[in-house]
């Protein structure tokens, strides 16, 4: 994976749960409450009401390289934009949540800015314990309609960054720490989520490139870096993901090394763990109106209903049954096995002992007669015996579908 992948992947990570189905604001999943559900760094409070969402996170990266490499860091993260509609009246501006004018909807949103900030260090440097100040300035901008206005509004955010590095049994481990350094402003903003978000860091990432170098894997690493790796603390809400020997994304949320976006993917729904075709079926049942306001909520949503149309309704069959991997697994039944030193073999009548309540239905099965029609062998080695129950009336047609139920050699007794 080259850099501009990394970046596409790391888009699916920042915007995740940005706007969900529905897709306008009046939808639970889609207030303050619960939007922005990974990588949030709040402003510092001594409240504790929300003090499930930390103002700091932190990493560590472990790799083999030369002293004279360099590691290239991008810092990634969402700063809120709050999108306000002011009505004109008796020539004063009043807020409202949505307005229609001139055949079009105008709403009230929580919006973000993307940012994407670069910094680059030697290995040397690193060593000597480096810290950046930064601070992304607030601004407000106006839009005048004859209706009255539309005000965007940014809030000041200011982070400390902190990172190190140090040599342990022949690899060097690489230490990054960001804190948002805004301060809650009074009580009553830090038992406000809403008004937390706006002085907050959202969807915080960061992606690494080591310039040469090696980075090792911490979800699978080499047998002898194992103690080494593991004891480190990885609970600072960013997790290493490799995207290739030099490439490397700390995200918020939790994916296997060497991911890919689904080539079958039409674009950014925001919701990854919901099925693409699902969404998209859903997207083509809205109103004419939900439709209409959820386009006036983000223009975002205005790029997923011009994706979803009904003259591309052929597009959703590539999102329909794809399979990845397949393979072969050979049919093996097994003849005859050893039970408390008997042969159990298939036709012979077996007493049941249903054990470990794994389906209510076991009760009508215990110290029942059965017959064994086959014996299979799992991928794992566990043995599983096929069985029909002999005064059961249904026997004859399960026998012919093949259909029967299975029990472990430990709830077998043969007879």
Known sequence: ????????????????????????????????????????????????????????????????????????????FLQLQKRIVEE???????????????????????????HELFYSFSLEQLKNNQEIFLEV???????????????????????H????????????????????????RNASEAYSRELLLKRAFLSTHFIFKLQPGQFISQQDPPPFLQPLIHSFNFQGGLWPILLSNNLVIASPIIIEDYPQIAPESQGDDFDSTEIEELLALSTLGLSTEEKELAEATD?????IFKRWNESQLDSLVRLH??????????????????????????????????????????????????????????????????????????????QWQGRFYYFSPEEIEPL
């Not at 590095?165 to 809650?184: A, D, G, M, R, W």
């Open 161 to 184: 960054i902190k990172l190190n590095c140090t040599e342990k049994e022949s690899i060097t481990v690489f230490s990054i720490q960001l804190e948002n350094t805004n301060q809650s």
């Open 88 to 114: 004109k009246r008796d020539g004063d501006y009043l807020p409202v949540e949505k307005l229609f004018f001139s055949n079009k909807w105008f709403v009230s949103w929580d919006e973000a800015i993307e």
């Open 299 to 303: 223009p975002k949503v205005q790029q």
């Open 1 to 76: 994976m080259n850099l501009d992948q990394a970046r596409q992947l790391a888009r699916t990570l920042l915007y995740e749960g940005y706007i969900l189905w529905p897709y306008h604001p009046k939808a639970l999943k889609n207030n303050p409450s619960t939007r922005f559900q990974f990588g949030v760094l709040m402003p510092k409070s001594n409240e504790h009401s929300l003090h499930y969402e930390t103002s700091s996170t932190f990493s560590y990266l472990f790799f083999i390289a030369p002293h004279t490499s360099t590691l290239e860091i991008w810092l990634r």
């Open 137 to 159: 300035p607030g601004k407000t901008q106006i839009e005048d309609y004859p209706f009255g206005r539309i005000l965007r509004q940014t809030e000041t955010l200011k982070a």
């Open 321 to 398: 049954g794809v399979i990845r991997k397949m393979r072969r697994i050979p049919e093996n039944p097994l003849k005859s096995i050893t039970i408390e030193q008997k042969t159990l073999s298939i036709g012979q009548q077996v007493k049941l002992h249903p054990k470990g309540r794994a389906d209510i239905a076991d009760m009508f099965y215990k110290e029942k007669i059965a017959l064994v029609e086959e014996i299979r062998q799992d991928e794992d080695g566990k043995i599983h015996i096929g069985v029909i129950l002999v005064d059961d009336p249904a026997s004859e047609l399960l």
